[in-house]
């Protein structure tokens, strides 16, 4: 399997290596909270009981944080299995993914056990190269028209880093509305921005029974290896039906345990709000430094970067590219097979100054030597 | 939710209480392995990375476990994940599932999606107390003659603690062979056996295209908290189909660290396998000298004990003798909904001697006062 190109592991048995700088993946560079070490440390004894099949203490502490009902929580391994369940429930048979985007969501639609049955029909909507990669409202709204079951938006959007505002996707929920489209929205990243949570349109006053969210703890609190993610949604009617095609214990106790310890670490959250604030502005503008390759503003911790024509003439492409970061340590996210993306196209994680620095100069390098 | 009946989450918040003997789940009483503690508290750090999509290393010491090919093993979130996974896979729509026993099966034999599109016939083989819940192979072999998809046996059985041995599940194997009926044997409690891993089916050397297989972690380890179990298959058509259908990353890091840590734990193995060989032994003759009770022989970590009639007939249900355990401190399985029982029967736990005689104790004197 090769899921998002991060598929770290393969490489290491590949190249018989055990360590890399990975800006494949995008990790908060802080790692691990320390509220949560120590908690973990302190409580092994806990995986000696089932989780709470109704995993309520979590779901409060989450529906607080989202000013919504605990019925409007339902929490997964991962935001995978939140997404896997909303396409399970919502059964979609004309789908819109907004694109380029993360591919697990066509994997999602597709998973639906219908889709053996029944002819699903997914269509892409195109964010522009030419647009700096921003969605056009006016245009999305018409293609809206055609009567979606459903419309896919990452927001913010990986690969390419843009953020809508709430206004926005309260104009797109609007249009949905009308169509009685359901909306879907991953928001995995959206804790890197400052006034991210502000923003989301969870807290919009439109009706919301068409809308279905998603988050992640996974990459803000550095902890991919613990599958915590969860989901809101607003349709009471779909609450049995989620029930039902939830299967049991999905997130383990330590996982439990992390997401009602980390959303108390406000220290943890404010270095990150503070490093990545500033990091994503340095990343941005050294990158653009770079003869050769374009790098798309960002909103969160991760940037996307285009080689630019007077390389690609040269023939140097993302593969190559990869191939030598590879040679000296450093793992980038080929982008090419993102949809409307080709192998001019790769993402790279922000991290820490140190290494940062590191990829800036061993891109110089590279593109220099071709130069 | 109610899974299990062990849901003892809701029963503490229904109770404001936060401590039980809980005698519903089946769990070692010797709890998380030392071993496992230490490699946990020593390696937080690996929860910064995603897990490995393939699982590879603790794929390869369950295949070397069991004597097949990494190819042959799923990996899963518990064993509920490869049972759920087996069932999307295969999609049965004429079910036999041997009873009583363990709910999971039937909820993951509709919840695979066709069964809103085709109707599921499933049908239930009786396990007959006047067998002392023996299995009739003669008797089931006759009833296979209805060529179903699919047999469900669990083995050793839940609630009835019966074993089946390899002569008499490669006699079954066989029978389904005639068919081409699936036959899907859960082996969660079979390393509470000592001779358990060596009568596995897995052993066999009959045709195993139809044989699924599933293990747990979760009770010999004492780590249902934890989440992970595992699927042995052997139809490489299969192959590409499970890997589909499978969601990403369900099990994590720690998860996985545990699996690979805990199979070499050869004292933590030992001592268990001592404990329960004289603990079931001991349960099994002290609650049969109870007055009017009678405790079915078990060859694992639970027991399953009928009122007699001596009592009911004075009024005595399963539902009023868990609650006055309760008022105790001491859960016990109601396990009137199993298929085929009824308010007459419970299931216990096996623990340590000590609270084994305390539970002895307080059964005694509950029953002692209606006599």
């Given at each position: 399997?090769?899921?998002?190109?991060?598929n770290?592991?393969?490489?290491?048995r590949?190249?018989?290596?055990?360590?890399?700088l990975?800006?494949?993946?995008?990790?908060?560079?802080y790692?691990?909270?320390?509220?949560?070490?120590r908690?973990?440390t302190?409580?092994?004894?806990i995986?000696?009981r089932?989780p709470?099949?109704d995993?309520?203490?979590?779901?409060?502490?989450?529906?607080k944080?989202?000013?919504?009902?605990?019925?409007?929580?339902?929490?997964?391994?991962g935001?995978?299995?939140?997404?896997?369940?909303?396409?399970?429930?919502?059964?979609?048979?004309?789908?819109?993914?907004?694109?380029?985007?993360?591919?697990?969501?066509?994997?999602?639609?597709?998973?639906?056990?219908?889709?053996?049955?029944?002819?699903?029909?997914?269509?892409?909507?195109?964010?522009?190269?030419?647009?700096?990669f921003?969605?056009?409202?006016?245009?999305?709204?018409?293609e809206?028209?055609?009567?979606?079951?459903?419309?896919?938006?990452?927001?913010?959007?990986?690969?390419?880093?843009?953020?809508?505002?709430?206004?926005?996707?309260?104009?797109?929920?609007?249009?949905?509305?009308?169509?009685?489209t359901?909306?879907?929205?991953d928001?995995?990243f959206?804790?890197?921005?400052?006034?991210?949570l502000?923003?989301?349109?969870?807290?919009?006053?439109?009706?919301k029974?068409?809308?279905?969210v998603?988050?992640?703890?996974?990459?803000?609190?550095?902890?991919?290896?613990l599958?915590?993610?969860?989901?809101?949604?607003?349709?009471?009617?779909?609450?049995?039906?989620?029930?039902?095609?939830?299967?049991?214990w999905s997130?383990n106790?330590?996982a439990?345990m992390?997401?009602?310890t980390?959303?108390?670490?406000?220290?943890?959250?404010?270095?990150?709000?503070?490093w990545?604030?500033?990091?994503k502005?340095?990343?941005?503008?050294?990158?653009?430094?770079?003869l050769?390759?374009?790098?798309?503003?960002?909103?969160?911790?991760?940037?996307?970067?285009?080689?630019?024509?007077?390389?690609?003439s040269?023939?140097?492409t993302?593969?190559?590219?990869?191939?030598?970061?590879?040679?000296?340590?450093?793992?980038?996210?080929d982008?090419?097979?993102f949809?409307?993306?080709?192998e001019?196209?790769?993402?790279m994680?922000?991290?820490?100054?140190?290494?940062?620095?590191?990829?800036?100069r061993?891109?110089k390098?590279?593109?220099?030597?071709?130069?």
């Open positions: 399997m090769d899921f998002h190109g991060g770290i592991y393969r490489i290491f590949e190249k018989n290596i055990t360590e890399i990975d800006y494949s993946s995008n990790i908060n560079p790692g691990v909270p320390e509220s949560l070490r908690k973990i302190e409580n092994i004894g995986l000696e089932y709470d099949p995993y309520v203490e979590l779901r409060e502490k989450l529906a944080l989202n000013n919504v009902d605990i019925s409007n929580i339902t929490v997964g391994n935001a995978t299995e939140s997404i896997f369940l909303f396409m399970k429930v919502l059964k979609p048979e004309k789908v819109l993914i907004v694109s380029p985007t993360f591919g697990e969501y066509e994997r999602a639609v597709k998973a639906w056990d219908g889709s053996e049955i029944r002819k699903i029909e997914i269509e892409y909507f195109e964010l522009e190269e030419k647009d700096e921003l969605l056009n409202i006016r245009k999305l709204k018409k809206l028209k055609k009567k979606y079951d459903l419309l896919i938006i990452c927001n913010p959007n990986n690969p390419t880093g843009k953020f809508l505002k709430m206004a926005e996707t309260e104009e797109i929920l609007r249009e949905c509305n009308k169509y009685d359901k909306l879907f929205i928001e995995a959206i804790e890197f921005l400052e006034d991210g502000k923003e989301s349109i969870v807290n919009s006053e439109e009706n029974k068409n809308l279905f998603t988050r992640a703890f996974t990459k803000f609190f550095a902890i991919p290896g599958r915590l993610g969860y989901g809101i949604y607003f349709d009471k009617n779909l609450e049995k039906k989620i029930a039902e095609k939830k299967e049991p997130v106790n330590i439990e992390a997401g009602i980390v959303l108390d670490d406000v220290e943890y959250i404010e270095k990150t709000l503070k990545i604030t500033k990091e502005k340095y990343m941005y503008e050294k990158l653009n430094e770079i050769g390759i374009k790098a798309y503003k960002t909103e969160v911790n991760f940037i996307c970067v285009k080689i630019k024509d007077e390389q690609a040269k023939g140097m993302v593969k190559k590219l990869k191939g030598k970061m590879l040679e000296r340590g450093i793992l980038i996210r982008a090419s097979n949809k409307f993306l080709d001019r196209f790769f993402r994680a922000i991290k820490d100054r140190r290494s940062n620095d590191r990829i800036i061993v891109l390098e590279i593109l220099a030597e071709r130069g």
